[in-house]
C-alpha cells in the first residue's frame, strides 16, 4: 500500500513559479511511472506529465511542455512538479498519482490533491 501526499499548492500571480512535492508512503518500485494530474473546476480531471520511476525520463501534455519539469528524488520517495510561466489557465487542483503496472494507463495510487490559483 502506497500513501502519495501533495504540497506546495497556493496562490501566485501570472508568469510566477511554484515547485509541487508528492511524499509517497511506502515502497516504489522501479517500474512504476509517477504522475501529475490537474482538476479545473467544472473540468474533467487532465494529466499534466509523468516520470518513469527508474529511469527519470518525463514526458507532458503539450499544455504544459516548456514549463512544466518533472523530477523524483529515489532516495527520499519524492516527486516534484516545478512550475514556471504560470497562467491563469493553470489553476486547479493537482493530484499526484502512481501507476504500479507501468503502463501510464493505470493509476492506482492519489493523493488528496492541492490547490493552485494563478492570478491575472
Known amino acids: 500500500q502506497v500513501q502519495l501526499v501533495e504540497s506546495g499548492g497556493g496562490l501566485v500571480q501570472a508568469g510566477g513559479s511554484l515547485r509541487l512535492s508528492c511524499a509517497a508512503s511506502?515502497?516504489?518500485?522501479?517500474?512504476?511511472?509517477m504522475g501529475w494530474f490537474r482538476q479545473a473546476p467544472g473540468k474533467e480531471r487532465d494529466f499534466v506529465g509523468r516520470?518513469?520511476?527508474?529511469?527519470?525520463?518525463?514526458y507532458y501534455a503539450d499544455s504544459v511542455k516548456g514549463r512544466f519539469t518533472i523530477s523524483r528524488d529515489k532516495a527520499n520517495n519524492m516527486v516534484y512538479l516545478q512550475m514556471n510561466s504560470l497562467k491563469p489557465e493553470d489553476t486547479a487542483v493537482y493530484y499526484c498519482?502512481?501507476?504500479?503496472?507501468?503502463?501510464?494507463?493505470?493509476?492506482?495510487?492519489w493523493g488528496q490533491g492541492t490547490q493552485v490559483t494563478v492570478s491575472s
Open positions: 516520470i518513469n520511476w527508474s529511469s527519470g525520463s518525463a
Open positions: 511506502g515502497r516504489i518500485f522501479s517500474n512504476w511511472i
Open positions: 498519482a502512481a501507476d504500479p503496472f507501468g503502463t501510464n494507463r493505470a493509476y492506482r495510487y
